[in-house]
């Protein structure tokens, strides 16, 4: 498919993981009946952005008695014919990324943050062939980092998909250019999808989920609230633009 609708789902992401399964089902259904093959969730979907929710609410995908996240998007990606990155449209799980370079940041009187209290970072590079491309994938904190999105196009990806959730200090200052930096350094197209920000957590997200196209240009992107940015993706202007 070289040409084909693209949504990421800029979702509000609640305490209750009970209802943010649901709601971003729903999400996910709503593109795909407005024409979407692939869709992107946020970074961190299905609870709060924090270090005390990480391990809280994190499933074990391998286990058999169904975690439920995993269950949700293996069950709608076939049901509604799309790819919910990295889910095929057959239900099965394509790819797992394990995010790389971990987001322990701390700027004094400003935001302090550190996942590697949480968690242990991932040690390899995921490109995914799909029904919709090759993809290559990142998680947030990762878009920083050329090289890996300059692997990625030395692979042959179409597309670099990056979930993520910047913050208020550094989405300002660099959200827009990632995008548009690792777009226009590999020419190719990159995607990005932040949860809505809500303004009452610790960790206030940046919001503005967008895609760029292969020359660095914006084609589509939202503000912070909830909402889907729907847009198409063509491949041939790849080709065109080297
Ligand atoms: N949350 C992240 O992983 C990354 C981020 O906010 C940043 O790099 O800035």
Redesign the pocket.
């Known amino acids: 498919m070289s040409k084909f609708n693209i949504a990421l789902c800029q979702l509000s992401i609640t305490s209750d993981k009970e209802r943010n399964i649901p709601h971003a089902r729903e999400a996910i259904e709503h593109a795909a009946q407005n024409g979407s093959k692939l869709v992107v969730l946020p ?1 961190i979907w299905n609870c709060p ?1 924090s270090d005390e929710s990480l391990s809280k609410y994190a499933e074990e995908i391998e286990s058999e008695d169904g975690p439920p996240s995993f269950s949700m998007l293996s069950e709608v990606a076939p049901a509604q014919g799309c790819v919910c990155c990295v889910f095929g449209m057959d239900g099965k799980l394509k790819a797992k990324h394990r ?1 790389l ?3 322990d ?1 701390d700027i004094p009187g400003d935001i302090t ?1 550190k ?1 590697s209290d949480t968690l242990t970072a991932g040690d390899e590079a995921t490109i995914v062939d799909t029904d919709v491309g090759r993809i290559g994938i990142g ?6 980092f050329p090289e890996l999105a300059m692997l990625y196009a030395a692979r042959g990806a179409h597309l670099l998909c990056y979930p ?4 208020m ?3 300002q200052l ?2 827009e250019l ?1 995008q548009r930096a690792r777009a226009v350094d590999n020419q190719l197209f990159v995607a990005t999808c932040s949860p809505a920000r809500d303004t009452n957590v610790s ?1 206030i997200t ?1 919001g503005h989920s967008t895609l760029v196209g292969p020359f660095g240009e914006i084609i589509a992107s939202t503000g912070h609230e909830e909402a889907t940015v729907f847009a198409e993706i063509d491949y041939s202007l790849i080709q065109f633009r080297r």
């Open positions: 970074e952005y995010k370079h971990l987001f940041v943050f996942e998680i947030c904190h990762n878009i920083r993520g959730a910047f913050n200090s550094t989405g660099l959200w990632m960790y940046w």
